[in-house]
């Protein structure tokens, strides 16, 4: 089966894949860089795996991406186009972050997770652009979930 192309941005940081979803210009490329880069500062394992667009399919149970080979080690920096960057083949999913309008993001949610190619992936909305919030948030979420 050919595998699903999603409009998203995958990162691996430490030994989870996180799988960044937004419309254009929300963030996602900005929000995955910062968290490279926080990782790669805690001198914790973090790369790219695609910007933008994201090939999805189901192994096992478990939802597994890789980036088009068109854009394979490139992220899109706004107003700089596409650069080279360090990046992995591909990574399971171990959380799907939204990125939606500020007024969607609910403050006390509860665990909510969505279905993606029938692998259950455990699921945050974060707001669209505000890169300075969702990167301490999302830092915080992956230690309390997924500790090193």
Aim: aromatic share 2%.
């Amino acid at each position: 089966m050919a595998p699903t192309n999603m409009h998203a941005t995958a990162i691996v940081l430490g030994d989870r894949g996180v799988l960044i979803a937004g419309p254009s210009g929300s963030g996602k490329s900005s929000l995955a860089l910062a968290l490279v880069e926080k990782f790669r500062a805690g001198n914790r394992f973090a790369r790219l795996v695609s910007d933008d667009q994201v090939f999805l399919s189901a192994h096992q149970g478990r939802l597994v991406c890789h980036a088009p080979s068109t854009i394979a080690g490139l992220v899109e920096v706004r107003g700089g186009g596409p650069i080279p960057v360090e990046h992995e083949a591909a990574t399971t999913v171990d959380l799907l972050v939204r990125l939606v309008p500020a007024g969607a993001v609910e403050r006390l949610p509860e665990d909510a997770s969505e279905l993606l190619l029938g692998c259950k992936v455990p699921r945050l909305m974060l707001a669209e652009r505000e890169i300075a919030v969702a990167t301490p948030a999302l830092l915080a979420l992956l230690g309390a979930r997924f500790p090193a």
